[in-house]
């Protein structure tokens, strides 16, 4: 989504669109990645813009779809993400003006970016806000009982006969410590 700059009104204006899930499940690595995640629908972007001279003020909410292999069943799901974040985008400054010492970057400032031209492509920046959304582990459900380890039955949908007593003979020297 490219946003003309003087095309802003004082006022602020308001944008819906759809951004193409392509794009972001090559950043992925495809749908055969092994992360167990990609999107399987446009991501449903609405945004409210509002400028000041240069600086853009953007506050967007993404609603996003992702098809998810569970981390520990490896069932299938589906997954709705929804976000909200708001940026602040200023013109790019000068690099001769740039300040030669260390600075200390303040709330503000991580939540700025820059630009250059009279356009600002918003795309990118989106793109990024998706995919720092995406949970580091997904579950099917918080309950999920995950796989059983000796022969592999899903325990959500089936008891297994494997006999809870046995212990792994690597961790078996453990059952005797004692903590004095």
Same mark, same amino acid.
């Given at each position: 989504m490219i946003i003309r700059?003087?095309?802003?009104? %004082?006022?602020g ?6 951004e ?5 499940n /090559? ?6 990645? $092994?992360?167990? *995640?990609?999107?399987s /629908?446009?991501i ?8 000041t001279?240069g600086?853009?003020?953007v ?9 998810c292999?569970?981390?520990r069943c490896l ?5 709705t993400?929804s976000?909200e974040f708001?940026?602040?985008?200023r013109? !790019?400054?000068?690099?001769?003006l %740039? ?8 709330r503000e400032?991580?939540?700025t970016?820059?630009?250059?031209? /009279? ?5 990118p *920046? ?9 949970p580091?582990k997904?579950?099917?459900r918080?309950?999920?009982r ?5 022969c592999g039955? $899903? ?5 297994c006969?494997c006999?809870?007593?046995?212990i792994?003979?690597?961790?078996a020297?453990?059952?005797h410590? !004692?903590?004095?």
């Amino acid at each position: 989504m490219i946003i003309r700059v003087e095309e802003i009104p %004082a006022q602020g204006k308001q944008e819906s669109f759809l951004e193409e899930e392509g794009p972001l499940n /090559e950043r992925l690595g495809g749908e055969t990645t $092994n992360s167990g *995640l990609y999107f399987s /629908e446009p991501i449903q972007v609405r945004l409210d813009l509002s400028r000041t001279g240069g600086i853009l003020l953007v506050m967007s909410r993404v609603e996003a779809r992702v098809r998810c292999t569970c981390a520990r069943c490896l069932d299938s799901f589906a997954l709705t993400l929804s976000s909200e974040f708001k940026l602040s985008l200023r013109p !790019r400054p000068d690099p001769k003006l %740039a300040p030669p010492e260390e600075t200390e970057l303040s709330r503000e400032d991580l939540e700025t970016d820059f630009y250059e031209g /009279e356009e600002v492509d918003l795309s990118p *920046l989106i793109q990024d806000q998706v995919l720092l959304t995406l949970p580091p582990k997904v579950t099917c459900r918080e309950d999920c009982r995950g796989l059983c380890q000796r022969c592999g039955k $899903n325990l959500n949908r089936e008891t297994c006969q494997c006999a809870s007593t046995e212990i792994d003979p690597r961790l078996a020297p453990l059952k005797h410590f !004692r903590i004095h």
